[in-house]
């Protein structure tokens, strides 16, 4: 794809770069590998960096801070003459398969200034090298006066598995559509080995301010999704889970509400008429809601379409074939939150420290697990998973919005390209 972020900074005359550098830095020693670093401001002050690292490989102990003295407005001069100090850094490894583990690093910063750069060293006395990757730090502390409820923008999206070999322009169309009737505002996708064929959809979405594509290009030299022998070989299915951190992070204080979820997986009202409404109506002392997962069959032999109006099928149904709006078939069964698979969680950020695929992993409150008469997660699959085959067609009431925005969309991005 082409609509990227830029991914080769300006450097400052410091020596520290001046913007965020989107691509995998690595470590001397092939051995972890960086992408982000943030300034949360909770817990004291903490610069939580994104990482892929060997679990067989001792962690760095320490992480060296850069930083703007007061009524300083910049940095000047040669690198080793800007203010800096090193500081503990704790990792923390997530569960999953593979050789490397998506991890974040925890640089204590407590009583000192926002950083802006950060960098690993393996201990208190490291000089620093240009051989070792210096990351712009994000600045995520809460903004002064900041009120959830004021916010101008209330739900924003996280597509968690990065697009590698992508190519249905429509279906991504759908996807970005049906959550907008839902009341989404801004999608965050990372583009691994997305087709060119879905320039023109993401370059129309991302000129209209509703999509932030970021560039996840993995190192060349891992493989890129373990699996047979896992525990010996690769990272976990596109480092998903080092994206999912990264957008957690990189939308704090941004959005009342995050959804994170896959672009084939849809989380559907069933009583409101659009998600923050639903949101709003369960308990707001809880860092995140879980929805269970219903199991839809998308096999064109099984597609029952949205109804006819007044016995003519809408054409925009067999122009754009929506799967949410082709089928209304899925398995009776529902899963239990017991089984940490099934569901997929909308969270509030400034509540979670880490995330994973399904649950919130470790936030300051806990979740509330929302029943299916109140919402639940529709996942549209050609390989169906399920047994007993019932109706549900819940989120017809919805169809008319849903083909009318798809509709619009698709003549936008007709009239741009």
């Known amino acids: 794809m082409t609509v990227q972020l830029p991914v080769v900074p300006k450097m400052l005359s410091s020596g520290l770069p001046d913007k965020e550098d989107l691509t995998w830095k690595e470590q001397p020693g092939g051995k972890q590998y960086f992408f982000s670093a943030f300034y949360d401001d909770r817990e004291g002050g903490h610069v939580r960096i994104v990482s892929l690292v060997d679990r067989e490989t001792k962690p760095p102990g320490f992480c060296r801070v850069w930083f703007r003295e007061a009524g300083k407005t910049g940095l000047g001069g040669d690198l080793s003459s800007n203010d800096s100090i090193v500081r503990p850094a704790k990792l923390e490894r997530n569960p999953k398969r593979g050789k490397y583990s998506a991890s974040l690093y925890h640089c204590d910063v407590k009583g000192l200034p926002k950083p802006l750069a950060v960098s690993l060293v393996e201990d208190r006395n490291s000089a620093h090298t240009n051989s070792v990757p210096i990351l712009k730090v994000i600045d995520k502390s809460r903004p002064s006066k900041w009120d959830a409820n004021k916010l101008r923008r209330k739900i924003g999206v996280c597509v968690e598995t990065p697009l590698f070999e992508y190519s249905n322009f429509m279906r991504l169309i759908e996807f970005v559509e049906v959550y907008r009737t839902l009341g989404a505002e801004h999608f965050t996708l990372y583009n691994y080995t997305g087709d060119p064929v879905m320039n023109p959809v993401i370059r129309a979405y991302v000129q209209q301010g509703i999509m932030t594509l970021i560039p996840w290009n993995l190192p060349p030299n891992l493989r890129v999704n373990s699996v047979g022998n896992e525990a010996t070989e690769g990272v976990h299915y596109y480092a998903e889970l080092s994206s999912i951190q990264d957008c957690l992070y990189r939308t704090m204080y941004e959005f009342k509400y995050v959804v994170f979820v896959d672009t084939d997986e849809f989380i559907v009202p069933r009583k409101q008429n659009d998600l923050y409404a639903m949101l709003e109506s369960l308990p707001q002392d809880r860092a995140g809601y879980a929805f269970a997962k219903k199991e839809f069959i998308i096999s064109p032999a099984t597609f029952d379409t949205y109804p006819a109006v007044k016995g003519k099928l809408d054409a925009r149904l067999l122009r754009y074939r929506p799967a949410c709006l082709l089928t ?90």
């Not at 697990?369 to 919402?375: S, V």
């Open 328 to 417: 209304s078939r899925r398995s009776r069964k529902i899963h239990s939150f017991s089984k940490r698979c099934c569901y997929k969680t909308i969270v509030k950020p400034e509540k979670v420290w880490l995330m994973d695929v399904h649950w919130i992993e470790r936030a300051t409150e806990s979740t509330f697990n929302a029943g299916g008469d109140l919402g639940s997660l529709h996942h549209y699959r050609q390989h169906f998973m399920g047994s007993g085959i019932i109706t549900d067609a819940s989120i017809f009431r919805f169809g008319e919005k849903i083909l009318e925005n798809i509709d619009k969309a698709v003549q936008y991005v007709r009239h741009t390209t």
